[in-house]
């Protein structure tokens, strides 16, 4: 296994194989950045070049191209709020925060550490997990899967804010979230909820429309109410030593990054819970690890540790997502459903000849994906002086870009008219969110995680009955989700006791 | 009614009535279809009266916490922020109807045009030139190149 692990080495270092993969990583750093170009859809689009290119060299161009689509694309979300992907959403809520208050390279600096970290602990999950993620994978069922959209659920507790009315429009949003997430075709029965008799609405409502909406607009409106820059007037010091102060931050909270980074590689590792949702637990874990009521309140409004974990987690998973899809064939997203095909393409069989016969190409894969990191991350430190400069570019010349990769970023998700309507209504939505203090994050914690729960709670009842409640996983996770909802309750009922006893 | 009568007030009215509009429809399905939107519908119809009681009692500020998420700029006048913020969702409603009256190659580059020119108020020299860019950007990018599928604006199909 050593050798195989050398030896996937030597392969991607091979001068044909790391130019392709050269090519495949500056694809990707494009990707990421523009809001208009989805990660999958890339990948879809690479699909007919590997015909010709060996397995080695074909998968360290899409896996090079893929797996730093996450990295730059938090560079945009802290730089202009808008999610570069629809996996960097969450980075925009402290990220952006920092920018406009004069610390962007600081923020740039935290998010593409952290992003370096998440991707070689997905990696390296990768490369521990070949043998010994079978029992795992396969312990997992409906009835846990189900359990888990619980636990991310009951995340909305953290990610609501202090005070009983915080937590009361935590509900709401993570509520309104769960009803959006329920519009399409029923899985049961095959009828039609809240369609109103639109063909467009059959499928659901799109992640992408959703999240640019939601959160690009309310970041326009404020940009042009301000009438400055970004940054507005604040200075923006030594960007270079504010990008170092984020990469020493990374280290600052060390455990936490890693803490995110394996909660970003076990959501990857779970099929079928979607690349969205790992950034958001990761967010609602970083939330909970405030000391305080008064730290707490630091996050939305730029807290670091906001961008440290849904940084590390979205990275992170992709490690974690490979591992069903090489080990199983199974893929855990629609990303690894494409990469599934360039296995056929090759003529590969994921299963237990990856892991046998094909175990060089394997590490191959691990070694791109950490390679590949870490070229974008030092590439993007090269270039940071010049993106966080954009952040002092007159609102009145950004915005209509801004819009413009908005609406084509949205429009891009289907190619459908219907994509405006539904960023529209949640662009609308978002600032009304934010003029009534809101949170956004719960609404799209229960919007990723409501069919989940929906799906997976019916098959578990079908196939299982009542019973399902009586697996040990199950039992656990049922644990977890009380700790969840109950821990940010006690730690702010302790902060308030400490508060009270304070001599004043 | 001052209480009543403020954006708080709208989104937990909105709520309410989306909640009570899915518990409606939900009541014309069958069971395991109605039920996963009753049993978000229920709650989220209660919470919603009880957060429109609170802001009509106009329950005071410091009371109600802080939410994880930014707050908009609270240094400028009202009423400009308010002048400023019907402008930009005029723009973003009007990039939308000319999106669909000339379709996205012709609408991305007008509405920057437009926009840079009326509201940033800039010099030719830069509308131009950023216009260029953004028609670059679109045509040679998005349609040239990824070939994405835009639909001819309602101007050209009505002239065939």
Not at chain 1, 344 to 365: A, E, N, Y
């Amino acid at each position: 296994m050593l050798d195989a692990f050398i030896q996937g080495l030597f392969v991607v270092f091979e001068w044909q194989t790391f130019l392709i993969m050269l090519l495949g990583i500056f694809l990707g750093f494009w990707v990421g950045l523009l809001p208009g170009l989805g990660g999958s859809t890339t990948l879809a689009l690479m699909l007919p070049f590997i015909y010709k290119m060996s397995p080695v060299e074909a998968f360290a161009f899409l896996l090079g191209m893929h797996s730093v689509v996450s990295t730059t694309g938090d560079i945009t979300s802290v730089l202009f709020g808008v999610p570069g992907e629809g996996t960097t959403a969450a980075t925009i809520l402290d990220g952006h925060a920092m920018a406009k208050k004069g610390e962007a390279g600081r923020a740039l600096g935290a998010a593409l550490m952290s992003s370096l970290i998440g991707a070689l602990v997905g990696a390296f999950a990768l490369a521990l997990a070949i043998p010994v993620v079978r029992p795992l994978v396969l312990s997992f069922g409906a009835p846990e899967l189900f359990m888990l959209a619980v636990v991310g659920i009951a995340f909305i507790s953290s990610l609501s804010g202090q005070g009983g009315r915080a937590l009361l429009r935590g509900f709401l949003a993570g509520l309104l979230g769960l009803l959006f997430s329920l519009v399409g075709q029923d899985p049961q029965a095959g009828v039609q909820r809240f369609t109103f008799s639109q063909l467009y609405l059959w499928g659901g409502l799109d992640l992408v429309p959703v999240l640019v909406g939601l959160f690009a607009v309310p970041e326009i409106v404020d940009l042009a109410i301000r009438g400055t820059s970004i940054a507005g007037e604040l200075p923006q010091g030594n960007l270079g030593r504010g990008a170092w102060e984020g990469v020493k931050d990374t280290f600052r909270h060390f455990w936490l990054t890693i803490r995110c980074s394996l909660i970003g590689t076990f959501i990857g590792i779970m099929p079928g819970l979607g690349g969205g949702v790992a950034q958001w637990i990761a967010y609602g874990h970083a939330v909970q690890s405030a000391q305080d009521a008064n730290e707490r309140s630091g996050f939305g409004k730029g807290d670091v540790r906001g961008v440290l974990g849904p940084g590390a987690a979205n990275n992170s998973k992709e490690g974690g997502a490979l591992i069903p899809t090489i080990a199983f064939g199974v893929p855990g997203s629609s990303a690894m459903a494409i990469l599934l095909g360039a296995f056929f393409m090759q003529g590969l069989m994921p299963g237990p000849d990856m892991l046998d016969k094909h175990l060089t190409l394997t590490f191959s894969m691990v070694w791109t994906m950490v390679i590949a990191n870490t070229v974008t991350v030092v590439l993007s430190f090269f270039l940071l002086n010049q993106l966080a400069k954009l952040t002092m570019v007159p609102g009145s010349i950004l915005i209509p870009f801004i819009l413009f990769l908005a609406f084509i970023g949205s429009y891009t998700s289907n190619n459908h008219l219907g994509d405006l309507v539904v960023f529209l209504f949640f662009g609308f939505l978002g600032y009304l969110m934010i003029r009534s203090s809101w949170p956004r994050a719960p609404l799209v914690l229960g919007f990723v995680l409501g069919r989940i729960a929906e799906n997976n709670f019916y098959i578990s009842t079908i196939r299982y009955g009542p019973s399902w409640l009586l697996r040990p996983v199950v039992i656990i996770l049922i644990v977890l989700t009380l700790l969840v909802i109950v821990y940010p309750l006690l730690r702010f009922r302790k902060g308030r006791q400490a508060a009270e006893e304070e001599p004043t | 009614m001052k209480g009543f009568l403020n954006s708080r007030s709208f989104l937990a009215l909105a709520g309410g009535m989306i909640a009570g509009y899915a518990l409606y429809a939900s009541l014309h399905w069958p069971f395991k279809t109605a039920l996963f939107p009753r049993v978000v519908g229920i709650p989220l119809l209660a919470l919603s009266l009880f957060e429109l009681v609170l802001c009509m009692a106009g329950v005071e500020p410091e009371r109600e916490g802080h939410a994880v998420d930014f707050e908009l700029a609270k240094d400028i006048a009202p009423g400009l922020a308010r002048r400023r913020t019907v402008a930009i969702f005029s723009w973003i409603f009007g990039f939308f109807v000319l999106i669909l009256l000339c379709g996205f190659p012709l609408a991305v580059p007008l509405f920057v045009f437009l926009y840079l020119r009326l509201a940033g108020k800039h010099g030719w020299v830069l509308t131009l030139l950023l216009t260029l860019l953004s028609w670059f950007t679109m045509e040679g990018l998005f349609n040239r190149l990824l070939h994405l599928p835009f639909p001819d604006g309602w101007i050209f199909s009505l002239w065939g």
